[in-house]
């Protein structure tokens, strides 16, 4: 079986959902079937929390059809339903996943896949164990920019891909409702993981090697210390409560090197307290370079002729290949659904399975423990062989 890359044309007949986490991402899931309806039929909801069940019926074609639970495991007992998406806090996948499975669904499960290693590997096995797809949320790798830019470097567009970069200087995570969940690392597996899985993703991806070592330095610079209360900064929108900046375990910003088995590396920034979110990536050749930033979908492609002295340099603009449907959240939100339901339908695995899902985490727990440690080298190896 080939692992779908590309989509061509609507699955035959709708794939039955069940959603569970009605939460912003749950949300933003049901928002993708309003806009491609035929592909599927969202036959149950669930969530803990009544209003933010309320909140998303709101944008399903056809609420009063939809059953609406609040144990999951109601959800999981409905045979009609092919395929569940989960969309809970991280520290709620495991349970939920393999739950799913044991009772016979397929899954499309957002990132991380978990908040550990351990436990992400326990979720890895069940689902090898099942003989159902796992789809992970890393939706980056089904959005038309980022693939462009893969079949690019694959083509030797740049020639040797030898560096890739990383800015995720941005506002902190939303607070209220339900959502301060992030700030507790147990909760989330900590900034790096929740958040920045996406960027070592397109690292592992772009430079097509996998990782060896990691550095990092980090803190809470805005969280917590120096007086850098976000209230007083004037640039945030959503300042940090107080009793949340005093139990918040999360780092705010941080700088990680990465070694890949081939030599090559990347760097990822993070900031939580910049007031934009322009997420500039690019990847270094040894030929050229291709660069982006997430926010415009436009991608710039420079190729050097050293002999001659020359460059010559191309802007590809990926916003208009976007089949004609708006993509929510992130680039690649939509067509993610699309090849999800295509592998249910055809019986293909997820181009973005759970081996990729944990490979994205590696880089995240190193760095971690590296800024934890004082900015030490950890090895991948050091992680896996203690998981
Ligand atoms: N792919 C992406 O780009 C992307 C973007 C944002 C969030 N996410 C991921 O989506 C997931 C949810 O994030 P969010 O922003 O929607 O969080 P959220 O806090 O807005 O929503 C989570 C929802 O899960 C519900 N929930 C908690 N425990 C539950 C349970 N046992 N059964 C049913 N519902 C339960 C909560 O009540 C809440 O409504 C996280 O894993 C997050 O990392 C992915």
Same mark, same amino acid.
């Given at each position: 079986?080939?692992?779908?890359?590309?989509?061509?044309?609507?699955?035959?007949?709708?794939?039955?959902?069940?959603?569970?986490?009605?939460?912003?991402?749950?949300?933003?899931?049901?928002?993708?079937?309003?806009?491609?309806?035929?592909?599927?039929?969202?036959?149950?909801?669930?969530?803990?929390?009544?209003?933010?069940?309320?909140?998303?019926? *709101?944008?399903?074609?056809?609420?009063?059809?939809?059953?609406?639970?609040?144990?999951?495991?109601?959800?999981?007992?409905?045979?009609?339903?092919?395929?569940?998406?989960?969309? %809970?806090?991280?520290?709620?996948?495991?349970?939920?996943?393999?739950?799913?499975?044991?009772? /016979?669904?397929?899954?499309?499960?957002?990132?991380?896949?978990?908040?550990?290693?351990?436990?992400?590997?326990?979720?890895?096995?069940? +689902?090898?164990?099942?003989?159902?797809?796992?789809?992970?949320?890393?939706?980056?790798?089904?959005?038309?920019?980022?693939?462009?830019?893969?079949?690019?470097?694959?083509?030797? *567009?740049?020639?040797?891909?030898?560096?890739? +970069?990383?800015?995720? &200087?941005?506002?902190?995570?939303?607070?209220?409702?339900?959502?301060? +969940?992030?700030?507790?690392?147990?909760?989330?597996?900590?900034?790096?993981?929740?958040?920045?899985? #996406?960027? &070592?993703?397109?690292?592992?991806?772009?430079?097509?090697?996998?990782?060896?070592?990691?550095?990092?330095?980090?803190?809470?610079?805005?969280?917590?210390?120096? $007086?850098?209360?976000?209230?007083? %900064?004037?640039?945030?929108?959503?300042?940090?409560?107080?009793?949340?900046?005093?139990?918040?375990?999360?780092?705010?910003?941080? +700088?990680?090197?990465?070694?890949?088995?081939?030599? %090559? *590396?990347?760097?990822?920034?993070?900031?939580?307290?910049?007031?934009?979110?322009?997420?500039? &990536?690019?990847?270094? $050749?040894?030929?050229?370079?291709?660069?982006?930033?997430?926010?415009? $979908?436009?991608?710039?492609?420079?190729?050097?002729?050293?002999?001659? $002295?020359?460059?010559?340099?191309?802007?590809?603009?990926?916003?208009?290949?976007?089949?004609?449907?708006?993509?929510?959240? #992130?680039?690649?939100?939509?067509?993610?659904?699309?090849?999800?339901?295509?592998?249910?339908?055809?019986?293909?695995?997820?181009?973005?399975?759970?081996?990729?899902?944990?490979?994205?985490?590696?880089?995240?727990?190193?760095?971690?423990?590296?800024?934890?440690?004082? /900015?030490?080298?950890?090895?991948?190896?050091?992680?896996?062989?203690?998981?």
């Amino acid at each position: 079986m080939q692992a779908a890359e590309r989509q061509d044309s609507a699955p035959p007949r709708p794939v039955r959902y069940g959603l569970i986490g009605c939460g912003d991402m749950g949300q933003v899931h049901a928002m993708n079937y309003v806009q491609q309806s035929g592909l599927v039929e969202t036959v149950a909801v669930c969530d803990i929390n009544e209003a933010n069940i309320r909140a998303l019926l *709101k944008h399903l074609p056809d609420p009063a059809a939809v059953r609406v639970v609040t144990d999951y495991r109601a959800l999981l007992d409905m045979d009609e339903i092919e395929a569940v998406v989960v969309s %809970t806090p991280n520290d709620r996948h495991l349970e939920i996943v393999r739950d799913a499975f044991a009772a /016979g669904k397929h899954v499309l499960c957002e990132k991380p896949l978990e908040v550990s290693l351990a436990r992400s590997r326990q979720l890895v096995d069940a +689902w090898r164990a099942s003989g159902r797809i796992l789809q992970i949320g890393l939706v980056y790798r089904y959005s038309p920019l980022f693939r462009t830019m893969a079949e690019m470097i694959r083509a030797g *567009k740049i020639g040797v891909p030898l560096m890739a +970069w990383c800015h995720e &200087f941005r506002q902190p995570f939303p607070v209220g409702r339900t959502r301060e +969940w992030r700030y507790d690392a147990a909760r989330s597996g900590g900034a790096l993981v929740e958040k920045d899985c #996406h960027h &070592f993703d397109l690292f592992n991806w772009m430079l097509g090697a996998k990782p060896v070592r990691v550095q990092a330095m980090g803190g809470q610079l805005a969280v917590k210390g120096a $007086g850098l209360g976000l209230v007083e %900064t004037g640039v945030i929108r959503e300042p940090y409560p107080a009793d949340l900046v005093a139990r918040s375990g999360i780092y705010d910003h941080a +700088w990680v090197n990465v070694e890949y088995e081939n030599g %090559t *590396k990347a760097n990822l920034g993070l900031c939580f307290f910049a007031p934009d979110f322009g997420l500039p &990536f690019g990847v270094l $050749g040894s030929e050229g370079r291709l660069t982006t930033r997430l926010v415009d $979908g436009r991608l710039e492609w420079m190729r050097y002729d050293y002999a001659r $002295g020359a460059h010559e340099t191309a802007v590809i603009d990926r916003q208009s290949a976007i089949h004609g449907f708006g993509q929510i959240g #992130h680039s690649g939100g939509f067509d993610q659904h699309v090849e999800f339901c295509r592998c249910v339908r055809e019986e293909r695995p997820a181009f973005c399975d759970g081996q990729v899902g944990i490979e994205s985490l590696y880089p995240a727990f190193a760095g971690q423990l590296s800024i934890a440690e004082g /900015g030490r080298v950890v090895t991948i190896a050091e992680l896996t062989e203690t998981t």
